[in-house]
Nanobody, 124 residues
Framework: QVQLEESGGGTVQTGGSLRLSCAASGRAFTSYTMGWFRQAPGKEREFVAAIKWNGGSTYYAETVKGRFTISRDSAKNTVALQMDSLKPEDTAVYYC?????????????????GGQGTQVTVSL
């Protein structure tokens, strides 16, 4: 059974940092693209960042470019999202996603698997 489990969420002040982690289990994700999405209350789920599992190419939403960094550890089957210079508008539930045939990295419906999410709250 494939599982994606996010961790690392919490509450931080504006300007602070958090590091999210996504642990994948149940199969090898060597050929999978991994992504992070987020959803704030009353808003649609939006793309944050993605990384190709074997190539390491990365993609970011304009709203987080320069502040967030996605990385992966193929040996451990994990993906991380380092979030710096956090803003109140970054407050959301953050979800990890995995897909093998992903062409539009910013579209959540192209990913096959998803986690339960972890809450990130940025206070003023």
């Amino acid at each position: 059974q494939v599982q994606l489990e996010e961790s690392g969420g919490g509450t931080v002040q504006t300007g602070g940092s958090l590091r999210l982690s996504c642990a994948a289990s149940g199969r090898a994700f060597t050929s999978y693209t991994m992504g992070w999405f987020r959803q704030a209350p009353g808003k649609e789920r939006e793309f944050v960042a993605a990384i190709k599992w074997n190539g390491g190419s990365t993609y970011y939403a304009e709203t987080v470019k320069g502040r967030f960094t996605i990385s992966r550890d193929s040996a451990k089957n994990t993906v991380a999202l380092q979030m710096d210079s956090l803003k109140p508008e970054d407050t959301a539930v953050y979800y990890c996603a995995a897909g093998r045939y992903v062409f539009r990295y910013d579209k959540s419906n192209e990913y096959t698997y998803g986690g339960q999410g972890t809450q990130v709250t940025v206070s003023l």
